[in-house]
């Protein structure tokens, strides 16, 4: 899959975006002020360090199917409770989290239905579940510009708008279908500045998620008509990319 990468690739890619995202996400969660929380799809760890802020080192947990980000999590946070897994198939018992978080996961679930069910198990009764995802369908995430350069060149493209939980109230619907009392939507919106072109389309070649997997698919020749469209789109640079996010939170019942 387009994780197995190496963890230094995706934080200059996504990680820009995700860090900052991170922190939005946990003040929109409005979470407990004690327990346990657990990173589902915690990747490089972005949201990993957010939570370890507020529950406190010890008492993190996360679980990501990329044995890669698994392991640089686990070096980077050697102190939190790292596990391999997937969401639909959560590696934990019933009712010990006092919240359960997902930061752009929803949309590359196998089967978000069985993956939200998940994390209301997982999740204690009055305990906190939430989801994140970039609103690719509206154009707004962070390679939404990036993939009108791909499409360019190449009509038939993923630009993961028909994933779910790129929509509007996909993510309400989910927690609410999960079983979630409670459940509220929001938008997420971060900005991230960039030195120049050079800066925002290196990371494009590293191969990291849908978008990088598709560039490295094309021959070199149309890599660099994908460049040359998203540079004539982008300018030289300096410029700040604003991404936005649609969020769902909900309460365990
Ligand atoms: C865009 S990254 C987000 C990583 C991290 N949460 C962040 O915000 O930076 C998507 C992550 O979902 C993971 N993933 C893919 N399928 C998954 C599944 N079925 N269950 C849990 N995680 C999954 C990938 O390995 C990857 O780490």
Do not use: N
Not at 200 to 217: D, F, K, M, N
Not at 225 to 237: F, I, L, N
């Amino acid at each position: 899959m387009s994780f197995d990468v190496a963890a230094e690739a995706y934080d200059a890619f996504m990680g820009r975006f995700s860090v900052p995202l991170a922190e939005l996400f946990a003040d929109e969660a409005r979470l407990p002020h004690e327990g346990r929380a657990l990173d589902v799809g915690c990747g490089t760890g972005a949201l990993t360090g957010v939570l370890a802020h507020r529950f406190g080192e010890t008492e993190v947990a996360g679980v990501d199917p990329s044995a890669s980000f698994v392991d640089a999590a686990a070096a980077r946070f050697p102190w939190a409770d790292l596990r391999h897994g997937t969401a639909e198939a959560l590696p934990f018992d019933d009712d010990v989290f006092a919240a359960t978080l997902a930061e752009l996961v929803v949309h590359f679930m196998t089967d978000a239905t069985a993956g939200a069910r998940e994390m209301v198990r997982v999740t204690r009764p009055g305990g906190v579940v939430a989801a994140c995802v970039w609103d690719f369908a509206r154009g707004r995430a962070p390679q939404s510009r990036f993939f009108e350069a791909l499409r360019a060149v190449k009509a038939d493209i993923d630009d993961e708008s028909e994933r779910f939980g790129a929509r509007e109230h996909d993510l309400t619907t989910l927690l609410q279908d999960a079983g979630c009392l409670d459940v509220t939507g929001s938008e997420l919106t971060v900005s991230v500045p960039f030195a120049d072109f050079a800066e925002w389309w290196a990371p494009y070649t590293r191969g990291v998620s849908p978008a990088g997997a598709q560039l490295a698919a094309l021959p070199p020749e149309d890599r660099e008509r994908v460049r040359r469209h998203a540079h004539a789109a982008m300018g030289d640079g300096p410029f700040t990319v604003v991404a936005t996010a649609w969020a769902a939170r909900g309460i365990a019942p």
